[in-house]
């Protein structure tokens, strides 16, 4: 199982208004005209992506998004859990340089083995994958690489490709399309409109959590078993997801390769 980023926060009826939507991102809509070809080098990775939004336009989009989980998932009130979960977040974003900004750990009252971000440094985590988390670095691998999402800029860039290719946005223009980022954030399923992160995606994730975790101090070894017992325990996967995320046995090989390339192994 490798559904850690599959979690689509289940946003229940009544479902998004389209004018709550269009709300949203008044006042954070701001005009992006770029060529097509032009890409910006991510300084986190490297590499070259294709955005045409903001992140503050991403994280605005977020924000209510974000509202509307915490309203309809309860979340799981074990304050030592909640305080182990934000110590290990902090961790982890400190080992990614982000210490300085806000970021926001929450414990959700569900048996899903699942975590999800929201840009904006908004992380969710479900009591399943809590319970089976029972060393710090386990839960440091997934924070790691939710934090990475984040780094990446992955949204962002799941809103830039979709939206190139939809016509609608040609009329829009200067507007972000509030359907597509709703997809991008993951909350897209009740416009038809679904957008998981690519693969390539998820593994820069990966890589940039095991760096993350090396940095906090944390024995990125670990993210190996972690991975093994997801693995294990995942039981049936949606065969939707099984085309958009890496195989189990090919990431842990691909984490492998990683940790023994950085001098951190042998692993
Ligand atoms: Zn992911």
């Not at 989009?61 to 909640?82: E, G, K, Y």
């Not at 959700?108 to 992380?123: E, M, T, Y």
């Not at 962002?156 to 190139?164: Q, V």
Request: hydrophobic share 40%.
């Amino acid at each position: 199982m490798c559904e850690i980023c599959d979690a689509r926060p289940k946003i229940q009826s009544p479902v998004w208004q389209r004018r709550d939507l269009m709300r949203a991102f008044a006042g954070g809509a701001a005009a992006f005209v770029l060529p097509a070809c032009e890409t910006t080098t991510n300084p986190e990775t490297g590499r070259g992506q294709f955005i045409i939004v903001s992140d503050e336009q991403m994280s605005q989009a977020a924000l209510q998004a974000w509202a509307q989980v915490r309203q309809q998932t309860p979340a799981w009130n074990n304050r030592a859990a909640q305080d182990r979960l934000r110590r290990v977040g902090m961790r982890v974003a400190q080992g990614a340089g982000r210490a300085s900004q806000a970021w926001e750990f929450e414990l959700f009252d569900s048996p899903q083995k699942n975590a999800f971000v929201l840009p904006g440094n908004k992380v969710g985590f479900y009591r399943g994958l809590y319970e089976m988390s029972e060393r710090d670095d386990w839960m440091a691998t997934v924070l790691g690489h939710e934090v990475g999402h984040v780094t990446g800029r992955h949204a962002a860039e799941r809103y830039s490709r979709e939206a190139a290719t939809q016509t609608v946005l040609q009329v829009a223009g200067s507007q972000i399309n509030s359907q597509i980022a709703m997809a991008a954030l993951g909350l897209g399923a009740q416009f038809g409109l679904s957008l998981p992160f690519s693969r390539e995606q998820e593994s820069e994730a990966d890589i940039l959590g095991l760096n993350y975790m090396h940095a906090a101090g944390f024995d990125v070894k670990q993210a190996i078993p972690f991975w093994g017992a997801m693995s294990a325990g995942g039981g049936s996967r949606p065969p939707e997801f099984i085309s958009t995320h890496p195989d189990p046995t090919t990431r842990i090989e691909r984490i492998r390769g990683h940790i023994n390339s950085q001098g951190w192994g042998p692993a």
